[in-house]
């Protein structure tokens, strides 16, 4: 079923298409009053390297989900709250958060989506995770609770949002390395669960010094890249590899498969 605001949506997306630029779907959180809710930056961000936002509704029904998918040139899946441990076959421990079931199914849903059409996906911090749960690798629950073999670093900063906290050291044959145009390079930080092992098909493509993963990247499609840090906060400050990172998913998301 198509429900008046989902009319509206393909209305939006039917009218952007006559346009040049990509259209880049960001997914959203569910706010407690029931509301849509995203940051501002991951707006700013797709728009300053030249793509069209579109903020995603979570949708329940797979019909919508396809078409939905079927529309956009790019995948932006944004940060939030945590997700369901029973995703990755696991039972809550006492160190895991706030989780949003129905973000959960259209996350996993839309990504599953762009997976099989090969199209660009961007995958941001929880995003990164969903990545990683969505491909059959899992994440830590809660790494301060979880990671004993080493000490680690204040992975969640109570710097500001746009203050870059820490190194991260990118693999120097991968795509972020080449996005980024440096192997070693500083990036915020604002986690609690983590990437722990990748599904088939990926590979790490940046660590942190205390040994976690910072980025992954798929080895079979042409762009779906997911960072652990916020590169969309750190581009008001006009961070290069940040900037980068956003422009090369947009002219990727801009071509034709």
């Not at 300053?48 to 079927?70: F, K, Q, T």
């Not at 059409?117 to 994440?139: F, M, Y």
Request: overall charge negative.
């Amino acid at each position: 079923m198509i429900d008046g605001a989902n009319r509206f949506l393909y209305f939006v997306l039917n009218i952007l298409e006559v346009h040049m630029k990509p259209i880049i779907g960001i997914t959203s959180s569910i706010a407690k009053d029931g509301s849509v809710n995203l940051a501002q930056a991951y707006v700013t961000a797709v728009t300053a390297a030249g793509g069209v936002p579109v903020i995603l509704p979570n949708l329940a029904e797979d019909g919508d989900v396809e078409r939905l998918a079927s529309r956009l040139d790019g995948l932006l899946v944004s940060g939030g709250v945590d997700l369901d441990p029973t995703l990755f076959n696991e039972e809550p421990i006492p160190g895991l958060g706030e989780v949003a079931p129905e973000r959960d199914r259209f996350e996993l849903a839309v990504l599953a989506k762009f997976l099989a059409a090969n199209k660009p996906i961007l995958a941001i911090c929880r995003g990164i995770q969903a990545l990683a749960v969505a491909t059959g690798g899992d994440i830590y629950q809660d790494i301060y609770s979880q990671v004993k073999e080493q000490p680690l670093l204040q992975h969640q900063q109570k710097a500001p949002r746009w203050h870059a906290s820490h190194f991260v050291e990118a693999e120097p044959s991968s795509l972020l390395h080449e996005i980024a145009g440096a192997r070693r390079f500083k990036v915020n930080s604002f986690h609690h669960q983590s990437v722990r092992r990748v599904g088939d098909g990926f590979r790490v493509s940046a660590i942190s010094s205390d040994g976690m993963i910072e980025a992954i990247e798929s080895t079979r499609h042409r762009f779906v890249v997911g960072v652990q840090w916020h590169p969309e906060c750190l581009v008001e400050k006009n961070d290069a590899p940040s900037k980068r990172l956003f422009e090369a998913f947009v002219q990727a998301s801009g071509k034709e498969i």
